[in-house]
């Protein structure tokens, strides 16, 4: 068959002849692609902390006498240990006791620290309250405050007496101005002779006086009336005109009403059935 020939016969598998490809040339020049591997994937493995906190916390039905009840599996681990040891193993007994010498320790170590922790703290408080006294600045007032904590050495205990975060001192200081004004408006309304004092079948007790005790029982010790305080208020009271008005202010800015002394107030009957002790301010 003739070149020409050739050329003319183009059909299946036969291109023409100017686009096949010449002898010696590859017929793909960039080569074979790579093949593209897949992104890793992440390991859907947990970490075998979250495996064992997931197991310990997995709920199982347990047979509780006659009832079923649903526990976490290291409740019902630590119940089964405990239930072993109470029948004699020697393993589980040896295990459960070392383990609450190990939690025993743990939370001895927690009060020792929180111990000597606010045990720092009452000393840097005090100092730093000494200070601005020295300097004739006014007395901090921090919170908590260091008259408020008290110490058992014996069994490592803090107890606090009073406020322990802004709002309670607040409502604090609020109850102790009005403490102060209730026993001034006591002496204004001239309710020394209802004190709670003598028979108690006589006794009686007078409105703002008795609002007074239930104010104090609210305040830690070292916001409560003392003796100074009172004879300071009856001294107040020889300056009457100065005095009332200041009474009249601090009823208005406590939204108190302030009744002239001359209005009778109620006086409580004290029965055998109720005790209400004298206010400690009283006493010298």
């Known amino acids: 068959m003739s070149r ?5 016969e183009v059909g299946y598998g036969k291109p023409p002849r100017n686009t096949r490809f010449k002898k010696g040339q590859s017929r793909n020049p960039r080569g074979r692609p790579r093949k593209e591997t897949p992104a890793a994937t992440p390991d859907p493995m947990l970490p075998l902390d979250e495996v064992i906190k997931q197991e310990a916390a997995r709920l199982v039905t347990v047979r509780d006498g006659d009832e079923r009840a649903s526990i976490s599996t290291i409740d019902g ?5 405990a ?3 109470m029948k004699g193993g020697v393993f589980a007994q040896r295990t459960l006791i070392e383990l609450l010498r190990e939690i025993e320790q743990r939370d001895l170590e927690r009060k020792k620290q929180s111990f000597e922790r606010w045990q720092n703290y009452v000393a840097e408080t005090r100092s730093y309250i000494r200070d601005a006294r020295a300097r004739g600045q006014p007395e901090p007032e ?7 904590i008290e ?3 014996g069994n490592l205990e803090v107890r606090f007496t009073g406020p322990l975060d802004e709002e309670e001192a ?4 609020r109850n102790q101005r009005f403490s102060r004004l209730c026993v001034e408006m006591s002496l204004y309304h001239q309710e020394d002779n209802c004190r709670g004092e003598g028979p108690l079948a006589n006794a009686s007790v007078g409105f703002w006086l008795l609002s007074h005790v239930g104010l104090e029982a609210t305040l830690p010790e070292r916001m409560r009336i003392t003796p100074l305080y009172l004879r300071e208020a009856e001294r107040r009271r020889a ?3 100065v005095w009332v008005a200041w009474l009249k202010h601090e009823c208005e800015q406590l939204n108190l009403p302030f009744i002239k002394a001359t209005k009778p107030w109620p006086v409580w009957k004290l029965s055998e059935s109720v005790v209400v002790l ?4 009283y006493q010298e």
Request: no cysteine; glycine share 0%.
């Open 239 to 241: 300056t009457n005109r």
């Open 142 to 148: 921090p919170v908590p405050h260091p008259d408020d």
């Open 151 to 153: 110490f058992e050495d």
């Open 4 to 8: 020409r020939a050739e050329d003319a």
């Open 77 to 81: 681990v630590i119940r089964a240990l």
């Open 83 to 85: 239930h072993t040891a």
């Open 170 to 173: 607040a409502r604090a200081r």
């Open 278 to 281: 004298p206010p400690r301010f």
